[in-house]
Protein backbone atom coordinates (compact mmCIF):
# COMPACT_ATOMS: atom_id res chain seq x y z
CA UNK A 1 0.00 0.00 0.00
CA UNK A 2 1.11 3.67 -0.47
CA UNK A 3 0.19 6.62 1.43
CA UNK A 4 -0.03 10.19 0.89
CA UNK A 5 0.09 12.63 4.30
CA UNK A 6 -1.00 16.16 3.75
CA UNK A 7 -2.31 18.65 5.52
CA UNK A 8 0.78 20.13 7.20
CA UNK A 9 1.81 24.01 6.97
CA UNK A 10 2.73 26.77 9.74
CA UNK A 11 -0.35 27.84 12.56
CA UNK A 12 0.03 29.73 15.84
CA UNK A 13 -0.64 28.63 18.93
CA UNK A 14 -4.07 27.28 19.94
CA UNK A 15 -5.39 26.46 16.78
CA UNK A 16 -5.81 23.69 14.82
CA UNK A 17 -5.49 21.17 11.72
CA UNK A 18 -6.39 18.69 10.30
CA UNK A 19 -3.90 16.09 8.15
CA UNK A 20 -5.10 13.39 5.70
CA UNK A 21 -2.93 10.35 4.76
CA UNK A 22 -4.66 8.65 1.34
CA UNK A 23 -3.87 5.04 0.27
CA UNK A 24 -3.52 3.31 -3.05
CA UNK A 25 -2.96 -0.14 -3.93
CA UNK A 26 -4.02 -2.33 -0.96
CA UNK A 27 -6.94 -3.29 0.91
CA UNK A 28 -7.31 0.22 3.50
CA UNK A 29 -9.60 -1.92 5.42
CA UNK A 30 -7.38 -4.69 6.37
CA UNK A 31 -4.62 -1.94 8.03
CA UNK A 32 -4.83 -0.45 11.53
CA UNK A 33 -3.35 3.13 10.72
CA UNK A 34 -1.08 4.97 13.04
CA UNK A 35 0.51 8.24 13.14
CA UNK A 36 3.93 9.63 14.53
CA UNK A 37 6.04 12.09 14.56
CA UNK A 38 9.33 13.35 14.69
CA UNK A 39 11.79 16.25 14.86
CA UNK A 40 15.51 16.43 14.03
CA UNK A 41 17.64 14.37 16.25
CA UNK A 42 14.82 12.76 17.91
CA UNK A 43 13.54 9.17 17.62
CA UNK A 44 10.03 8.82 15.38
CA UNK A 45 7.56 9.20 18.45
CA UNK A 46 4.06 7.31 18.70
CA UNK A 47 1.01 10.27 18.51
CA UNK A 48 -1.74 8.22 17.78
CA UNK A 49 -3.60 5.04 16.28
CA UNK A 50 -6.88 3.29 15.01
CA UNK A 51 -8.06 -0.08 14.57
CA UNK A 52 -9.14 -1.56 11.06
CA UNK A 53 -12.54 -0.86 12.11
CA UNK A 54 -12.04 1.77 13.80
CA UNK A 55 -13.17 0.54 17.08
CA UNK A 56 -10.26 0.80 18.93
CA UNK A 57 -7.75 4.39 18.69
CA UNK A 58 -4.86 4.76 20.95
CA UNK A 59 -3.07 8.30 21.91
CA UNK A 60 0.15 9.55 23.23
CA UNK A 61 -0.53 10.97 26.55
CA UNK A 62 0.57 14.88 25.41
CA UNK A 63 -2.35 14.76 22.67
CA UNK A 64 -5.19 13.12 24.46
CA UNK A 65 -8.30 15.26 24.13
CA UNK A 66 -6.43 17.80 21.72
CA UNK A 67 -5.92 15.20 18.59
CA UNK A 68 -8.60 12.73 17.47
CA UNK A 69 -8.22 10.41 15.04
CA UNK A 70 -10.58 8.90 12.26
CA UNK A 71 -10.49 7.42 9.61
CA UNK A 72 -12.86 6.54 6.57
CA UNK A 73 -12.15 3.35 4.66
CA UNK A 74 -14.76 4.08 1.98
CA UNK A 75 -12.56 6.84 1.54
CA UNK A 76 -9.12 5.10 2.02
CA UNK A 77 -7.90 8.18 4.21
CA UNK A 78 -6.70 8.44 8.02
CA UNK A 79 -7.48 11.57 9.42
CA UNK A 80 -5.21 13.56 12.65
CA UNK A 81 -7.53 16.40 14.02
CA UNK A 82 -4.90 18.61 16.24
CA UNK A 83 -6.19 20.97 18.55
CA UNK A 84 -5.13 23.41 20.68
CA UNK A 85 -1.31 23.04 19.03
CA UNK A 86 1.42 23.65 21.06
CA UNK A 87 4.99 24.80 20.02
CA UNK A 88 6.00 21.49 21.49
CA UNK A 89 3.70 20.06 18.08
CA UNK A 90 5.89 21.06 15.72
CA UNK A 91 7.52 18.08 14.37
CA UNK A 92 7.25 16.35 10.61
CA UNK A 93 3.87 13.94 11.00
CA UNK A 94 4.33 10.49 9.01
CA UNK A 95 1.00 8.01 8.94
CA UNK A 96 1.92 4.49 8.45
CA UNK A 97 -0.46 1.20 8.29
CA UNK A 98 0.20 -2.23 10.13
CA UNK A 99 -1.09 -5.71 9.17
CA UNK A 100 -0.66 -7.24 12.44
CA UNK A 101 -3.46 -8.28 14.87
CA UNK A 102 -3.38 -5.45 17.11
CA UNK A 103 -2.98 -1.57 17.05
CA UNK A 104 0.43 -0.69 18.08
CA UNK A 105 2.27 1.81 19.36
CA UNK A 106 6.00 1.34 18.20
CA UNK A 107 7.51 2.29 14.76
CA UNK A 108 8.64 -1.13 13.91
CA UNK A 109 5.16 -2.60 14.55
CA UNK A 110 4.39 -0.88 11.08
CA UNK A 111 5.07 -2.20 7.30
CA UNK A 112 4.12 0.98 5.30
CA UNK A 113 5.14 4.23 5.72
CA UNK A 114 4.05 7.87 4.04
CA UNK A 115 6.69 10.85 2.92
CA UNK A 116 6.06 13.05 5.88
CA UNK A 117 4.29 16.21 6.22
CA UNK A 118 5.48 19.33 8.21
CA UNK A 119 3.68 21.06 11.01
CA UNK A 120 4.95 23.87 12.30
CA UNK A 121 3.04 25.73 15.10
CA UNK A 122 4.54 29.39 16.38
CA UNK A 123 4.36 30.99 20.31
Known amino acids: VQLQASGGGLVQAGGSLRLSCAAS????????MGWFRQTPGKEREFVAA????????SYEDSVKGRFTVSRDNAKKTVYLQMNSLKPGDTAVYYC?????????????????WGQGTQVTVSS
Open 96 to 112: AADQTWTVHRLPNEYDY
Open 25 to 32: GGTFSSYH
Open 50 to 57: ISRSAVIT
